[in-house]
């Protein structure tokens, strides 16, 4: 039987992407706040905030630490990714992360220029309607990650259908 890791987050950035090399392997990562509205039995409005650990690798990575931003709203597509450790004291800690595949900004007034870069690769399409502006970053699977650098990664871009 085949099994689905998809993860889907609408959520705000709780501080700027945290960068780290690897052999030449860009991770950024950076926690997003979900919030959940419901009415409690006396009728009552509450907020309900979940916090995520989003992953970025590669190129994907190197677009997060040019964009990304604390308090940003962000769509992100990924998968959920379990990892072990040892602390400082020899405890044995686990964590879940989402790993990202794309993610769109959808933070308001958004400025999307210069969004086409040689170094990564990019390319950006926007849509902008009544001043609301949405960028959506992709990586191309087309390729191979085993042989190529950051730099050879290259980006596509998904367009909202206006209708």
Same mark, same amino acid.
């Given at each position: 039987?085949?099994?689905?890791?998809?993860?889907?987050? @609408?959520?705000?950035?709780?501080?700027?992407? /945290? @960068?780290?090399?690897?052999?030449? #392997?860009?991770?950024?990562?950076?926690?997003?706040?979900? &919030?959940?509205?419901?009415?409690?039995?006396?009728? @009552?409005?509450?907020?309900? &905030?979940?916090?995520?650990?989003? #992953?970025?690798?590669?190129?994907?990575?190197?677009?997060?630490?040019?964009?990304?931003?604390?308090?940003?709203?962000?769509?992100? /597509?990924?998968?959920?990714?379990?990892?072990?450790?040892?602390?400082?004291?020899?405890?044995?800690?686990?964590? #879940? /992360?989402?790993?990202?595949?794309?993610?769109?900004?959808?933070?308001?007034?958004? +400025?999307?220029?210069?969004?086409?870069?040689?170094?990564?690769?990019?390319? +950006?399409?926007?849509?902008?309607?009544?001043?609301?502006?949405?960028?959506?970053? +992709?990586?191309?699977?087309?390729?191979?990650?085993?042989?190529?650098? +950051?730099?050879?990664?290259?980006?596509?871009?998904?367009?909202?259908?206006?209708?």
């Amino acid at each position: 039987m085949i099994g689905v890791n998809k993860v889907i987050l @609408i959520g705000n950035l709780g501080k700027d992407p /945290e @960068i780290v090399m690897f052999d030449n #392997v860009k991770k950024a990562s950076f926690p997003l706040a979900t &919030t959940e509205q419901y009415k409690n039995h006396d009728g @009552i409005k509450v907020d309900e &905030t979940e916090w995520h650990n989003i #992953v970025c690798w590669r190129g994907l990575a190197d677009v997060a630490d040019k964009f990304l931003r604390k308090s940003m709203q962000v769509y992100i /597509e990924g998968k959920l990714k379990s990892r072990q450790w040892e602390d400082k004291d020899g405890n044995k800690r686990r964590t #879940v /992360e989402v790993v990202a595949e794309n993610f769109k900004i959808l933070t308001r007034n958004y +400025s999307a220029q210069n969004t086409t870069s040689n170094t990564f690769h990019a390319q +950006s399409n926007t849509t902008s309607l009544d001043d609301f502006t949405t960028t959506d970053f +992709s990586l191309d699977t087309d390729s191979s990650f085993a042989d190529l650098s +950051s730099d050879d990664l290259k980006f596509k871009t998904n367009r909202d259908l206006p209708f």
